[in-house]
C-alpha cells in the first residue's frame, strides 16, 4: 500500500504532541465499573474491587504516545557519518497498539529504513517513533503513513520505507474469529516512491535476502 501521507494525517496532527481533554482518575474509575456491570459481572465483588484503578494505570501506560512528540525524539542527529548515504534499516521493533474501532490490540512488527542526506538518526529514535505512535489509538494504515511522515519531514532524507506486519484482536477475537491472519501495509517517500528498484531492495532486506546491487 503506497499511502498517500498528508490526506491520511494532516502534518500538524503527527508532528506534534496531541491535544487532549482528559476526565479525572475518579471519572475513568467510574465509567469501568459501568463496562464491568455491562459484561453482567459485579464491580464489587473481591476480585474485582480494584480493577477500575488497575485499569487506569494501565490506560496511562498504553496510551502514553498521546503525551510524547514524535518530532522531539527525532530532533538530535549525526552528521560525522563518514560519507555514509546508503540505505538505514531498523527491521523488526516489535510493538502493540490498540485498534480505534474497538480498542482491542493490534500487535505485530514495523521495519523502517530510510536514505540519508548527510545526516542519520540515533537508531533508538527510530523504535521510539514507532511506540508513540503505536500507544495511541490506531488504524495499522494511518500508523504506517504517521511514521513515514514524521520521518521525512523532521530528517528531510532522500527518502523513507516502512512496512508493518501485524495481527488484528478485532479479526482473531470477534466477528469473523480469523487467528492468526496478519495485515501488511507500506507506504514510501522519495526516492523510495520514485525508484521501484530501491522499493525492491528494502523489501529484500528487510526479509533477510541478499538485496540486488544497487546501480549508480
Known amino acids: 500500500m503506497d499511502a498517500v501521507i498528508k490526506k491520511i494525517m494532516p502534518p500538524s496532527d503527527y508532528l506534534d504532541k496531541p491535544v487532549t481533554d482528559r476526565p479525572s482518575e475518579a471519572e475513568v474509575e467510574a465509567a469501568v465499573r459501568t463496562l464491568l456491570r455491562w459484561t453482567g459481572d459485579n464491580p464489587n465483588r473481591e ?16 496510551f502514553n504516545g ?66 508513540i505512535f503505536a ?9 504506517t503513513a504517521q511514521i513515514a511522515g ?5 530528517l528531510n532524507p532522500r527518502g523513507v520505507a516502512v512496512m508493518i506486519e501485524a495481527e488484528h484482536m ?13 495485515t501488511l501495509t507500506s507506504t514510501f517517500t522519495g526516492v523510495f516512491k520514485d525508484t521501484p528498484e530501491e522499493q525492491v531492495r528494502f523489501v ?12 549508480r
Open 204 to 215: 529484500t532486506m528487510v526479509r533477510g535476502l541478499e538485496a540486488p546491487r544497487r546501480h
Open 135 to 143: 500507544h495511541r489509538l490506531q488504524t495499522q494504515e494511518a500508523m
Open 47 to 62: 476480585g474485582l474491587i480494584d480493577t477500575p484503578k488497575r485499569v487506569t494505570k494501565s490506560f496511562l501506560e498504553m
Open 170 to 182: 478485532c479479526m482473531a477475537m470477534r466477528g469473523i474469529r480469523k487467528q492468526g491472519s496478519t
Open 150 to 154: 514524521v520521518i521525512q519531514d523532521v
Open 66 to 131: 498521546y503525551d510524547m512528540c514524535p518530532a522531539e525524539e527525532l530532533g538530535r542527529t549525526f552528521e560525522e557519518v563518514a560519507g555514509y548515504d546508503d540505505l538505514v534499516i531498523v527491521r523488526d521493533i516489535q510493538f502493540h497498539s490498540h485498534c480505534e474501532h474497538h480498542m482491542v490490540p493490534i500487535i505485530g512488527k514495523a521495519h523502517v529504513g530510510y536514505l540519508p542526506d548527510g545526516k542519520v538518526v540515533g537508531l533508538s529514535k527510530i523504535a521510539r517513533v514507532v511506540d
